[in-house]
């Protein structure tokens, strides 16, 4: 499959093309929820059915991003070389995340390892000085339970040096894994920002599921790793990935869990497991399905094949842990849209729902690109949009200290700025910063502005709006309502014809 390319340190800027109008208006509206949505999330984490529920039994949806680094030989989050990595994940929630897939190999286990290419010049990333990769990883999932964010540790890699089919090596053997494992286990005890441990990354042949081979059979490795990693901590969630081929018919590493059905993953500690599925698109790797007469009317199929008929036969939870796209070719834009309608929206479905962390956060993915832009900050919102409608609420926070703002009792405050990010005459592409300017977190925004000329919002993602004429107001989604005192979230859209100038921008709070 290719797959060591998106591992690729590509740094080249990828030419997105823009996503139908009617692509990105599915996924705009993103206002309802329900009551309790907003304050679910507390505690650890277990399994009922299809869903995943917290302490207290109501149901979370996982909507995420993967911060790629741990598992390359920088043994740190990549782009530190550029900004804080605070700033880095409050930027993260404000855009409408709520977990962080965090990827590392063994190597940061060794004596010694200790990260490299952060910028500490200016006052960034001070408090991480001195340490090692561990000690910097405990930084970041500390600041992450501060802003609302679950943790969900992935074992990528045996080593830095690259991806291995099975979860062993020569140098890495099983018992190593496994140590490791238990050793992140026990090191976030008690600390529930760590949700739960991602076994192994992509699993592929000559793994199988369900052979009985002690050396291949994927399964039978997850099942002794994650009762491992119950038995220090039994508060975990222990994510599962796929193989490739299972009885003949292949796919994504790590992608397919057909051998589910007849040979599930059986722990020690009940209503644990969720199993994970990758699925990616053209400029990862060519598969049949892309080609089919149908396409794109054939994929919920596929999915339900490989994966999507666990949750729908309420056999477990289904967490698609890695699935992106430079969005670089229309096959690949009609692929995105379409997965992202089987993930099912956020406002009619709640937690009950699949599961997902989107591939990725870097834009150092050779064949996929990243949220964020090769300059480390600007957000790519044309490709976010694609993921409003699944977004879904933050996390009660686990700790002082974070983006949350402080209490009540201050002013509630917002601006907003307008910036227009393409324009080609008959069309324009533009994004609105909003900014709490107050002195205490704010529940929710909307912004007004009125254009001098005839242009028409045609498409909006982060925000619903209503257009009265030239009158336009803009107000939040249910995932980035919640803005931090100095904290800042965005909206995109587009709208017809260019040329216009740039209105004024008035802004709410509440």
């Known amino acids: 499959m290719f797959r060591s390319l998106r591992r690729a340190l590509c740094a080249a800027a990828a030419a997105l093309l823009l996503p139908t109008a009617g692509a990105l208006t599915a996924h705009a509206d993103t206002t309802a929820d329900t009551a309790t949505a907003a304050v679910a999330g507390a505690g650890y984490w277990h399994t009922s059915g299809r869903q995943i529920l917290d302490a207290a039994g109501q149901p979370v949806r996982v909507a995420g991003i993967n911060w790629f680094g741990f598992e390359t030989g920088n043994h740190v989050v990549h782009g530190l070389w550029s900004r804080d990595y605070k700033s880095m994940i409050d930027q993260m929630r404000s855009l409408g995340y709520n977990t962080l ?17 952060i910028d500490f010049s200016g006052g960034k990333n001070a408090d991480l000085q001195g340490l090692n990769a561990l000690q910097v990883l405990d930084k970041l999932v500390a600041y992450a339970g501060q802003d609302g964010l679950k943790v969900i540790l992935d074992r990528h890699r045996p080593d830095s040096g690259g991806q291995s089919a099975l979860w062993y090596t020569s140098a890495v053997p099983e018992s190593t894994w496994i140590a490791n494992l238990k050793s992140l286990a026990t090191r ?17 042949d000559p793994a199988c599921w369900g052979c009985g081979d002690q050396a291949t059979d994927w399964r039978l490795a997850a099942q002794r790793a994650g009762n491992a990693v119950l038995s220090v901590n039994s508060a975990l969630l222990v994510f599962v990935e796929g193989v490739q081929t299972v009885n003949g018919v292949s796919g994504w590493w790590g992608g397919n869990l057909m051998g589910v059905a007849q040979y599930p993953v059986q722990l020690d500690v009940p209503n644990r497991v969720v199993y994970s599925a990758h699925d990616y698109a053209t400029s990862v790797a060519q598969q049949s399905w892309f080609s089919d007469p149908s396409y794109p009317a054939n994929l919920p199929g596929v999915w339900d094949k490989y994966w999507g008929y666990i949750f729908k036969q309420n056999i477990a939870p289904v967490w698609v842990g890695e699935f992106g796209t430079t969005l670089q070719s229309a096959v690949d834009q ?12 956020t406002a009619a479905n709640g937690g009950d729902s699949f599961h997902w962390t989107f591939w990725s956060w870097n834009p150092n993915s050779g064949d996929t690109g990243g949220i964020l832009k090769d300059d480390w900050s600007t957000v790519d919102t044309v490709k976010d949009g694609y993921l409003a409608s699944i977004k879904a609420p933050g996390f009660p926070s686990t700790g ?16 907003a700025a307008y910036t227009v990010s393409s324009d080609w005459g008959g069309g324009f592409n533009a994004e609105v910063k909003v900014t709490n300017t ?5 529940g929710s925004w909307k912004v007004t502005w009125t254009w001098s000329g005839s242009q028409k919002v045609t498409s909006m993602w982060n925000a619903s709006y209503t257009q009265t004429g030239a009158s336009v107001t803009a107000t939040n989604a249910t995932h980035n309502g919640a803005i931090a005192a100095g904290g800042s979230t965005s909206l995109g859209f587009g709208g017809a014809p260019g040329g216009g100038a740039v209105p004024s921008v008035s802004c709410t709070a509440a």
């Open 101 to 117: 897939r965090l990827p590392y190999s063994d190597d940061i286990f060794k004596s010694g390892t200790v990260p490299d290419s």
């Open 188 to 204: 976030y005890r008690g600390q529930d920002t760590v949700v739960g441990i991602d076994l192994h990354n992509e699993p592929h």
């Open 334 to 345: 009609k692929w995105l849209a379409a997965l992202v309608t089987y993930l099912r929206p």
């Open 400 to 415: 002082s200290g974070g983006g949350d703002g402080g209490g009540g009792g201050g002013t509630a405050a917002c601006s």
């Open 438 to 442: 107050g002195t205490t977190a704010i």
